[in-house]
Structures are given as structure tokens and as C-alpha cells.
């Protein structure tokens, strides 16, 4: 029973994050494609190599999941509330999906955990999730917001004599390099989330110690469920980031995948925050759109799009938390 336990956690866990990659696909690419940098099918492709990529490059992040978050549960129960917390995200993930919102996959990983362990008793450690979650989740749309407005206003200024048609035709092509690093930063971020998971499953079931390195197969196993769900693609969020808040030209494109970019890899390098890329390019694509005038920016689709972020970790931790009761009943 339990290795069974463990097995249908690890298992709930790769779907988490099969189903991570084809909600946040549209995270590195839906700028590139809706400036026709990039086809849909090259754009998936490159991206669902450099996710894979980009889950090897560090640890930080995993690490700040499997022990900053909530007290490591243990025995039958700790796997009850691991399985209903991937379970909660997992319904947002679909929910918000199918309703083309580009929400967090990864707050609602977080709202799910903290869900899941407050019903089932477990010690949350409020101090990593105020500083870990919380403040990263305000801080880090802040940063993207202004920088990419920063970083478009300067790219303004540095080709303001060049001629139009070519300065178009060569963003188009840096747009090439831009989306692979926010895919990069994507595989770096959030394969990260669900290695932790996976570790904590691991050591609920005694079978590595919490101070021990990820094991290779979790950190290959991981990358490939986020690549193959990122080529799978999540075309309605691509709709919402691509076209909805504003429609970006090559440059604008490029400056939003660059800024997004840079604040990954600030966050997973220095901060070992696990920061959503959803919020970041979502942010960096109004910051961007507003140096064409604010009003070009549609701040009614953006404000639904931040109420959605609002709502992520309650509504992920109310999902778990009912879904921990249920199995709870049902295994005792």
C-alpha cells in the first residue's frame, strides 16, 4: 500500500506538470507567434527543448517547495495531503485552461499544498510563504510591469532613426532568441515546483533523506512531462496573452520576452523564489503595450486577468482541502 500510495502521488505529479506545460506554453511563446516571429508548431517545438533545458540548470527553487513551504507530512497521511494538493492544482489548472485565463500554475501548486496540509493538520510555515509566495507573487508583476516599459521606452530611443521595415524584420528575428531564454527561464522555474513535490514524496515513503540531491530520474522525468505538455500547446491562453491585452509588433514582443526573462532567472539564481512566469510576461506585455499610449492597452481584460491571480491559491487550497477530506474518508 505504500508503495502503491507513492506511486499514484508521483504520478499525480507528472500529470501536474503535463498539464503545467500546456497551460503556461503560451508563457514563452504567444508573443513570438502573435508577431509571426515564429510558426505555432517551430514555436512549440523550441520551446518544449529549451523547458527540458532549462529544468537542469538548478535547484534553488526545489528545494524552497520540498521545505519552505509546509512542515514535511509523514506516513499514509502525508501522502493523502501531497495527492489532494496536486489535485487542487490540477482543477485549477484545467478550469482556468479552459476559460483561456493565464493564471499561475504555480500558485495554484502553493494554494493547494498550504490547502491540503491546513486540513489535514500539518504544520504550514507561514514566514516561507509570506516571503517565498506572497511577496515575490505582489512584487514580481510590479517589476515586469516597470521594466518592460523601461526596457521598451529604451529600444525606442536607441532606433528612433533606423528605418522602420528593417528594425521590424530584425526584432522579428531577436524575438527568435528572446522566447528561447523565456522558455528557458520557464523550464528553470517550473520543473522545479513539481522536483520538490516529487522529493517530499520520496522522503514521506523513506526512501531517500530530505538533505539528499534530487535523483536524476526525477529531474529527466519532470522535464519531460513539462516539454510534452508544452508541445501539446494551450491555444486559448495564447489568444489572451498574443492578442487580447494588446497586439504587439516585433519589438514590443522581444522587450516583454526579454524583461520576463531576466526576472526568472533573478528570481531562481539569486532569491530561490519560486516566482510565477504567468504573472511576469503577462505584466511585461502591459508594461510594453503602454509605451504605445496606456489607453492601447485593454485594462479591462487585464484587471479580469489579475483578479484570476488573486483567486488562484484560495481556490486551489479550497479544491484540496475538500478533495483531502474525501480521500481521507475513503482510506481512513
Request: proline share 3%; net charge positive; charged share 10%.
Amino acid at each position: 500500500m505504500d508503495t502503491f500510495a507513492l506511486l499514484v502521488v508521483i504520478g499525480a505529479a507528472f500529470f501536474f506538470t503535463y498539464t503545467n506545460g500546456f497551460h503556461d506554453s503560451a508563457n514563452a511563446i504567444a508573443t513570438s507567434i502573435s508577431t509571426r516571429a515564429l510558426t505555432p508548431r517551430i514555436a512549440l517545438a523550441m520551446a518544449a527543448l529549451m523547458n527540458m533545458a532549462g529544468a537542469f540548470l538548478g535547484s534553488g527553487v526545489a528545494k524552497t517547495v520540498s521545505e519552505g513551504l509546509i512542515a514535511t507530512p509523514t506516513g499514509k497521511q502525508g501522502m493523502v495531503i501531497l495527492f489532494a494538493a496536486l489535485v487542487g492544482a490540477i482543477s485549477w489548472n484545467l478550469v482556468s485552461w479552459h476559460y483561456g485565463l493565464p493564471s499561475s500554475s504555480s500558485h495554484a501548486l502553493f494554494g493547494g499544498l498550504v490547502g491540503a496540509a491546513l486540513a489535514g493538520s500539518s504544520t504550514v510555515h507561514w514566514d516561507g510563504v509570506l516571503t517565498k509566495i506572497v511577496i515575490p507573487m505582489v512584487l514580481s508583476p510590479l517589476i515586469g510591469l516597470v521594466l518592460g516599459y523601461l526596457v521598451m521606452v529604451g529600444i525606442l530611443w536607441a532606433f528612433r532613426k533606423a528605418n522602420p521595415h528593417r528594425a521590424q524584420r530584425g526584432f522579428r528575428m531577436a524575438q527568435t532568441v528572446s522566447a528561447a531564454g523565456m522558455a528557458l527561464g520557464h523550464g528553470l522555474q517550473d520543473a522545479q515546483k513539481t522536483m520538490g513535490v516529487v522529493v517530499m514524496a520520496l522522503v514521506i515513503a523513506d526512501v531517500q533523506d530530505e538533505s539528499d540531491a534530487i535523483p536524476i530520474w526525477v529531474k529527466v522525468s519532470c522535464a519531460l512531462m513539462l516539454s510534452l505538455g508544452t508541445y501539446a500547446g494551450g491555444w486559448r491562453i495564447m489568444r489572451t496573452l498574443g492578442r487580447r491585452i494588446i497586439e504587439l509588433d516585433p519589438p514590443r514582443g522581444f522587450a516583454a520576452e526579454t524583461t520576463a526573462a531576466s526576472v526568472l532567472y533573478s528570481a531562481s539564481y539569486f532569491f530561490h523564489a519560486p516566482i510565477s512566469t504567468t504573472h511576469v510576461i503577462t505584466s511585461a506585455i502591459m508594461g510594453v503595450g503602454a509605451t504605445r499610449r496606456v489607453s492601447a492597452v485593454r485594462w479591462g481584460v487585464a484587471g479580469s486577468i489579475v483578479r484570476g491571480w488573486f483567486i488562484t491559491m484560495p481556490a486551489a487550497g479550497g479544491v484540496a482541502a475538500l478533495g483531502y477530506w474525501l480521500v481521507h474518508l475513503v482510506v481512513g
